[in-house]
């Protein structure tokens, strides 16, 4: 039986507290494993916090990437904005504050008059964990590059699931051909 893909491409956004650590990972791994992947259209990362704005991220992020063979990963810390939940079709966040914060997000639109079929589906990325329970990505801002290496490993764990979850497995069905991707 042939899955049925997400007419347009899925957009994706990551979040968490201040855009230098776990989004920009997030960013970084989700890119690196769907490149050239036509299911997936734009994808972006943003904090709740204006803390970092215009900063690169955290050179313990950067490093963590490098060593797992993401090396052309750039980006500038941005703070979450309105329209990012009418232009995205999922916001994965980090954690249970930051969930609660992109959900007020959401509220308000909604008290605004937005459509909620307009609007991005809000999730804990750590839903995708494969664990059966929520889970949070550990924020390492405050640690040693070991909390990088235990975040970059969550992190992948989670897109393997949600790409399986949402994308059906990595099998993409042209005509009667059916491509693997390994995720």
Known sequence: MAYSWPEPPVSVLFVCLGNICRSPMAEAIFRH?????????????????AYHAGAPPDSRAMATLAENGITNYRHAARVLRPDDLERFDYVLVMDATNLQDVQRH??????????????????????????????EVIDPYSGGREG????????????????????????????EVIMQTEY
């Open 33 to 49: 494993l769907t490149v050239n992947n036509t299911c997936i259209s734009d994808v972006d990362s943003a904090g709740t916090g």
């Open 106 to 135: 959401r509220h308000r639109l909604l008290e605004h008059g937005v459509n909620e079929r307009a609007l991005a589906r809000v999730m804990l990325y750590g839903d995708f964990g494969g664990t059966g329970g929520p889970e």
């Open 148 to 175: 990088f290496d235990m975040a970059y490993h969550q992190l992948l764990r989670f897109t393997r699931g949600f790409l399986a979850e949402t994308l059906g497995g990595g099998q993409r069905v042209w005509g």
